[in-house]
């Protein structure tokens, strides 16, 4: 069944997040590093998506951020010294824009991969069988993205089952408060694993991949702003590149 | 005797819409025995939650001991009322049931002689000696669901809250678990008792709660 084509494809959003990831992820330079934020941001607001969510990641990733900055900061001591340990520089102005930058990128990465919240599950899976992917593989992938919250929310769960155990997890020492999130792991993969081995032995019950051809919901082709889209991320990412090769952007 | 549980018209609903719970009172003594019965999706469980904190009330408040709950972490209510979750399996984090048992005790600054001593006697407690090295998630549902317990009454908590505890045990189980309710009444230490069942219900409390259409009978 051929859909009604409907801007923006699936196929659009991924070459868009694709590039901006990827350049998000070479480019060094602050300047263009800030560009493509405000790029990322103003199709987020284009497209109506609420930067309240984006907010809301950016600070449930809030650990793992300072973390980035603190070994961003430890293994670049160039520039001003400000803070050092025993001949280990532990601070110093190249290690904090080392630091920014690093907190830049992420933030890019995120808001990018928010475009995608656009589309569902099903689109998703049919978009990258257009692109060629095998649906096999497709559905697995997207499968496994689809569980990252679930398992987040375990991960939650099961720090909450500690805590009413009567332990404050605060003020035991890092090192041991390590041991019990390394602990936490445990109920998650275990739950992960009994999950999944149920979802396969509900596929196969219900015959998925017993016939060799499948037949879509939607088979959506591509509008002529879909192609514009497309060849604009192409061409900007290829022009960018083409710069960082030459040496013109860090 | 001032009451050791109070709810002043609290209120629950999820975000997507959809109320629970309205304007609940409720007062429980520490040492009294409590069952709360209701349909299935009455909000029995949400109740459970909304005492212990893992939910906030959208009104009202909650109580523990005289002081707003709000006030408490998490560990502090965890350690004024003992929380035995229905699907047992969401509390274990251990990779055996010795160590599941004796975890808290040891972060709560238990000797490692006396932490050993309260874990045998809850391992013959609740017939769990053969199992002391297996991982907790290839128990059976019965087995689970008395490790939970295990885990919960080893810390000796002056309350417990038991969300359907009887489910998936057999009638012998059921029987062993009464014994072990009947024995933590005679301690004088309290239970609000989630259950379906009314016999059960009547003989292990001293007051029976119905909770029907988000309001308490
Ligand atoms: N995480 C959730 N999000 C939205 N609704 C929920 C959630 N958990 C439970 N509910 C709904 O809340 C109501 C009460 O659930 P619950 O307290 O578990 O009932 P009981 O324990 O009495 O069976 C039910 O209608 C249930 O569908
Ligand atoms: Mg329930």
Redo the contacts with the bound molecule.
């Keep these: 069944m051929k859909g009604r084509p409907e801007f923006p494809d699936v196929r659009t959003l991924f070459t868009a997040v694709l590039i901006i990831t990827s350049l998000a992820i070479a480019i060094n330079d602050y300047l263009w590093l800030l560009i493509l934020l405000a790029i990322t941001l103003a199709s987020l607001l284009i497209a109506g998506i609420h930067l309240t969510r984006l907010l809301r990641r950016l600070r449930r990733y809030r650990w793992l951020f300072l973390l980035i900055a603190l070994a961003q900061s430890i293994s670049n001591g160039s520039g001003t010294v400000f803070l050092e340990f025993q001949g280990y520089v532990l601070l110093s102005s190249g290690g904090l824009l080392g630091a920014l930058a690093a907190l830049l990128r992420i933030t890019v990465i995120l808001a990018a991969v928010g475009l995608l919240s656009l589309k569902d599950y099903q689109q998703m899976v049919t978009g990258l069988a257009q692109m060629g992917v095998p649906y096999e593989f497709a559905f697995m992938v997207l499968l496994a993205v689809r569980f990252i919250p679930v398992l987040m929310e375990e991960f939650r769960n099961s720090l909450a089952a500690i805590e009413l155990r009567g332990i404050e997890l605060k003020a035991i020492p890092l090192g041991q408060r390590l041991k019990v999130y390394s602990y936490l792991l445990m109920p998650t993969t275990a739950g992960a694993l009994i999950r999944s081995r149920r979802i396969a032995i509900a596929m196969e019950a219900r015959a998925f991949r017993a016939y060799p051809r499948r037949t879509w919901l939607q088979w959506p082709s591509l509008t002529g702003w879909d192609w514009f889209i497309i060849a604009l991320s192409l061409g900007f990412g290829a022009g960018v590149l083409y710069f960082k090769i030459r040496g013109v952007i860090a | 005797m001032t009451a050791y549980i109070k709810l002043e018209q609290v209120s629950f609903s999820?975000p997507?819409g959809?109320q629970?719970l309205r304007d609940i009172n409720l007062s429980i003594e520490k040492n009294s025995t409590i069952a709360l019965m209701?349909?299935?999706?009455?909000?029995?469980?949400?109740?459970g939650k909304l005492i212990i904190g893992l939910l906030k009330p959208s009104s009202g408040r909650v109580f523990i001991s005289g002081t707003d709950a709000e006030e408490y972490s998490l560990a502090a209510r965890g350690r004024l009322i003992g929380y035995v979750f229905?699907n047992p399996e969401g509390q274990f984090f251990a990779s055996t049931i010795t160590e599941e048992i004796g975890f808290a005790l040891k972060y709560r600054g238990m000797s490692p002689d006396k932490v050993q001593q309260r874990v045998e006697e809850m391992l013959t407690l609740f017939e769990l000696e053969e199992y002391a090295d297996t991982f907790p998630f290839n128990l059976s549902q019965g087995e689970k669901q008395r490790l939970a317990l295990a885990a919960i009454i080893a810390l000796r908590p002056g309350f417990i809250i038991l969300?359907e505890p009887f489910t998936g045990l057999d009638w012998l189980r059921k029987q062993r678990l009464q014994e072990v309710l009947q024995r933590v009444r005679n301690e004088g230490v309290g239970y609000l008792l989630?259950s379906h069942d009314r016999d059960m219900a009547s003989r292990l409390c001293s007051r029976v709660l119905q909770?029907e259409g988000g309001e308490l009978q």
């Design positions: 999820w997507q959809g629970v209701g349909p299935n999706g009455s909000g029995k469980t949400t109740l229905q969300d989630i909770l």
